[in-house]
């Protein structure tokens, strides 16, 4: 999977397109690609970067409209792109919390093709795909294009790498995945010692349930604020546990 967007903040900056390369058990493939409005004007950095103008997307649906019709493709689906963690899965969970749409990453398996990369090799997309495949990556920063040279490159891994195993849960053993410890998708709550904890600010490293209490206000503050929906809401499921203790 890879996404476009308006930018990196993941609170504020919305999808103006989305891919999914699906890859099916026999092999079989199924490509899919939307086209967003993202109801904000794309700054012209991206459009340099993207090809994506304001133009292309005045036509486009909203992600709430499609949205449903994205998780239906993805059904059953483990997950799989290059740095998607960064922003991809954080900001398309931005969206679907705005379109009030299920998107429960914590029942798939994620696979980072980057960290593969940067573990053996130490590169980026377009040197990973001239080194693993020996082709030069066109029209790069394309959803499309960049989703299918990525799901190339992890094959590519694969056949490099036999101590990767052929199975999404060998790899990831293998990658020993660092997210692991976020509560949020942004990484502003993390686990340390079995506790979520701040990991941002001036209670970093201090126990979410201790804060709540001991400062009620820091929760209204963090709500008021620049933070990803998503990471306000693990805040407000911590806030509900304690007081049902």
């Not at 993202?38 to 133009?55: G, M, N, V």
Request: hydrophobic content about 40%; glycine content about 4%.
């Amino acid at each position: 999977m890879d996404v476009e967007t308006t930018g990196l903040n993941i609170g504020t900056d919305r999808v103006i397109e989305v891919c999914f390369h699906k890859v099916s058990i026999d092999k079989s493939t199924t490509t899919k690609t939307w086209l967003i409005n993202p109801e904000q004007p794309i700054p012209k950095a991206i459009t340099k970067l993207t090809s994506i103008s304001d133009e292309h997307v005045k036509d486009a649906p909203i992600f709430k409209m499609v949205a449903k019709d994205m998780i239906q493709f993805i059904q059953g689906c483990d997950l799989g792109g290059f740095n998607l963690m960064k922003l991809d899965i954080p900001i398309l969970m931005e969206e679907f919390l705005r379109a009030e749409v299920e998107f429960d990453i914590s029942k798939r398996k994620i696979v980072d093709s980057m960290k593969i990369f940067h573990k053996m090799e130490q590169r980026n997309l377009s040197a990973a795909y001239q080194f693993y495949c020996d082709k030069t990556l066109e029209n790069a920063h394309g959803a499309e294009v960049d989703t299918i040279a990525t799901y190339e490159v992890f094959e590519a891994q694969l056949e490099r790498y036999p101590n990767l195993g052929t199975e999404v849960e060998t790899v990831i053993s293998f990658l020993g995945d660092e997210n692991d410890r976020f509560v949020d998708l942004a990484g502003r709550i993390v686990w340390e010692n079995k506790k979520e904890v701040f990991n941002f600010g001036k209670y970093k490293s201090r126990p979410v349930e201790e804060i709540l209490q001991n400062d009620p206000g820091y929760y209204n503050w963090m709500m008021n604020g620049d933070f990803p929906l998503y990471t306000k809401k693990k805040l407000t499921e911590i806030r509900l546990r304690l007081k049902n203790k």
